[in-house]
């Protein structure tokens, strides 16, 4: 495992520095929220599952034992958190209170209704974030393994159909997967 | 073209560069001379091309916000906690020693009360003081605890907050606002030549604002 540049950041929070982790939100929610919005195709949910996985990665700082990186963690802790906010969507779907929204909340509502978040959401959701977890966020195959659960076979089979999928869709692709003939 | 196809994963690791060096020539060319397996090769980049050029989307500013409000209604991130392999190893010496000595007290008639009772407490202490786990023994007021030697000053500007609190980051301070006051953290680092400390810049941009309601907390 490389080192890991939020250790210090890391060790600090983990003794309570608030501020620490605050710079360590500041690192990372972008990417949660591209996570969260690419899985879940919903701007104001994306929010609310990013807001549920801080408040989880905070509350169980004292766990993380340094076995990964803590972007792993973090990522982990918000495919979860995503996963509960569409189990609750679907138990009982609630009308969302939303404010007026600002340019990065215009823009990426933008790119949740285009072609691309279209395309994903034909994808299964093992698949989506899969592909999210690598071809966005930059995930190795043991990194996705460990985030989801799933053995690297298991996320390359996956990662290897979301691709073959989203290209045909996007117009991009021809015929589908060879067979061994 | 080769009899056989290669395995569509290998396909895969080719496309991302994670073939064994081994295998990287064979399946090369095999993947030259195939028109179907160079078909799979081209979806799979255009896939991962598709993704990877919409780039990471940001989070607004409003729910960064929320996330910090959401932070702040929760209790310490961590308590003290009995059961956790390093501290029980202490509890229990600790409770050793208490029995050791209330056996002392009751066999030599009290002389011993006050030692026990200052060992027990020196192996708190090591605990509460030490490693990773130096939450205090769960004492509350993390601002104390953890940055002993910072210094808070509040200021009343002109707001709102948020406001406050962009410009504040737009002219390179750590700023956040938190329970609608803004909170800048001033990292004390070495500017560079020619630039004003960061004290008396953030003096000057406050200044700029004029007084009223919003309490800017000044961290050091």
Known sequence: MPPDPDAPLVRRAQRGDRLAFERLVDRHQHRLFTLAARTLGDRSEAEDAVQEAFLRAWRGLGSFRGGSLFSTWLYRICVNAAHDQRERRRAEPVETVDTAPDARDRFAERELSGQLQRALAALDEE????VVLSDVLGCSYAEIA???????????????????????????????????? | ??????????????????????????VAAHVEGCARCSEVVRQLRAGRGALHASGVLQLSERARDGISAAIDEEPRARRFRFWEPRRLGLVV?????LVASAVAVAQWGGVGDEQGGDAASELAEDDGGGGDGAEGGGVEGDAQTVLPESRTDTIRVAGPAREVAAE????????????????????????????????????????ERGPGRVTVRVER
Do not use: C, Y
């Open chain 2, 93 to 97: 010496a600790a409770t050793l020693v």
């Open chain 2, 168 to 207: 504040l980051r737009a002219e390179g301070f750590e700023a956040r606002v938190v329970r609608g006051e803004v909170v800048v953290q001033l990292t004390g680092e070495r500017l560079d030549e020619g630039q004003a400390p960061e004290e008396d810049r953030l003096q000057a941009v406050l200044a």
């Open chain 2, 1 to 26: 073209m080769a009899d056989r196809h290669p395995d569509e994963l290998d396909l895969l690791d080719l496309v991302e560069g994670e073939l064994p060096r081994a295998a990287q020539g064979s």
């Open chain 1, 146 to 181: 460990e985030i989801t659960g799933v053995a690297e076979g298991t996320v390359k089979s996956r990662l290897f159909r979301a691709r073959l999928e989203l290209a045909r869709l996007l117009g991009t692709g021809g015929g589908g997967a060879p067979s061994n003939e």
């Open chain 1, 127 to 130: 698949q989506r974030r899969t």
